[in-house]
């Protein structure tokens, strides 16, 4: 298989899952602006969600670009990776439909935390793959917004015990520093 089908195929996935999310956003019956309270907390979830979503498809494309040659061991992790992804539409409407309880907020977190360990896996195979001089090795270097991320969805998770909003504002945090432009692939590639 060709990196492009893989690409195309996790593209239309994540295109899925986005349509999916905002088939959640009911119209509210009534034409007032007093009638969109309602779906306040919905519609945060939802574009907490969409971004994060944004994330994982510029990040996916970016290390996809570093790939010389597709193998079975990346198309299954690609595949965990997404199974993972495909979640977030249940957890972003549990959260947003409930107002952010105990439970979808810890969920939540949990989600966010198996997406990103499914993208490590990935990223790791496609490295074994290409070895240690590859691309994608030099230009992840330390990775280090790649290692705190887990640790603050953990602590996220966990903080849905004691206070929802600190639990929200440790994703929201996780979401600002992955959408601070990162070119570290970008210059990589220039490199070779």
């Known amino acids: ?61 970016h290390m996809m670009q570093t790939v010389k040659q597709v193998n079975g061991s990346m198309l299954w992790a690609n595949m965990h990776l997404l199974f993972w992804l495909s979640i977030i539409p249940f957890v972003t409407g549990w959260m947003g439909e409930n107002h952010f309880t105990i439970a979808s907020v810890f969920l939540y977190g949990i989600i966010l935390l198996l997406s990103s360990i499914a993208y490590w896996i990935l990223q790791t195979i496609i490295i074994k793959s290409h070895g240690k001089e590859s691309i994608l090795v030099k230009a992840l270097g330390k990775d280090l917004k790649g290692k705190i991320s887990p640790i603050l969805y953990v602590f996220g998770s966990l903080s849905a015990f004691f206070n929802i909003w600190i639990s929200g504002g440790i994703y929201i945090l996780v979401a600002i520093i992955w959408l601070i432009p990162d070119r570290r692939i970008e210059n990589a590639l220039k490199g070779n």
Do not use: C
């Open 1 to 61: 298989m060709t990196k492009g089908r893989l690409e195309a195929f996790t593209d239309g996935v994540l295109a899925i899952i986005i349509t999916i999310m905002v088939l959640e956003l009911k119209v509210p019956h009534g034409g007032y602006f007093e009638d969109l309270k309602p779906l306040i907390p919905v519609f945060s979830s939802y574009i907490l969600s969409f971004i994060y979503l944004a994330i994982y498809w510029n990040n996916h494309h």
